[in-house]
């Protein structure tokens, strides 16, 4: 989807207080180290190098936030945050991030949905559970939330099928995907969703009118009383 092709860098974080305050609605990835968020934004946008991906876990070590919207003018925000539970990083570290991200996900003003990345092949964790808890009283007040499930090519279509609707019943009435950026899957669909939650009014993206006789105005109608005549 275009919308989401014209992401662009907008500004790194190591603490939520360093964030500059956006007044759109911010969307930010989430989950595991090493479950695919910077890939996934890489995906979605359509842009190589946008987020940095890694073998490596731990490779995302900041916020960083992405604008979208067409014309230079941002319309929403995405933010690719650092991933939790990866085993080799001091414990220290690991509390510092664990800080970070559950201060984010609970003072950030401008954040309207988050999209929880996770492995189908380890499931929920632990971890992304206490996240969940963490965001549902924001839940409550309209806070949007998606699971996705990454790296489906590595499963079969009778495994992505039953682990979809396990996570189903375990996402709390948020929306479930399954996507693969190697495949190209749900990257369509994924996109659109985005754009809705972004757009709520369903105004699409501005486009010239078409210059047909039936567009134009007709020049003898009257205008209505709730018309004000200038
Ligand atoms: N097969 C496959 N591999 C993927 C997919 N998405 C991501 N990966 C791989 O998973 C690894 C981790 O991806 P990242 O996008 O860096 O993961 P991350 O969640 O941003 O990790 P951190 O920044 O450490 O939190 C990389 O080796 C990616 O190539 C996918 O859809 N399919
Ligand atoms: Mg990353």
Known sequence: MGWMHTARFLTTAAQLHHLPPVDVPEIAFVGRSNAGKSTSINTLTQQKQLAFASKKPGRTQHINLFALGKQGVTDAVLADLPGYGYAAVSRSDKERWQRVMLNYLMQRES????????????????????????????????????????????????????????????????????????????????????????????????????????????????????????
């Open 111 to 230: 954040l309207s949905a988050v999209v929880l990345l996770c492995d189908p092949r380890l499931g929920l964790t632990e971890l992304d559970e206490a996240l969940l808890d963490a965001i549902r009283p924001r839940v409550e007040q309209g806070l949007k939330f998606l699971v996705l499930l990454t790296k489906a090519d590595k499963l079969t279509r009778s495994e992505q099928a039953k682990i979809l609707s396990i996570t189903k019943l375990n996402a709390g009435g948020g929306e479930v995907r399954m996507f693969s950026a190697l495949k190209k899957q749900g990257v369509d669909d994924v996109a659109q969703l985005l754009w809705h939650w972004c757009h709520p009014d369903g105004l699409k993206p501005a486009t010239p009118a078409p210059a047909t006789p039936e567009a134009a105005a007709p020049v003898d109608t009257p205008a209505t009383p709730d018309t004000p005549v200038q």
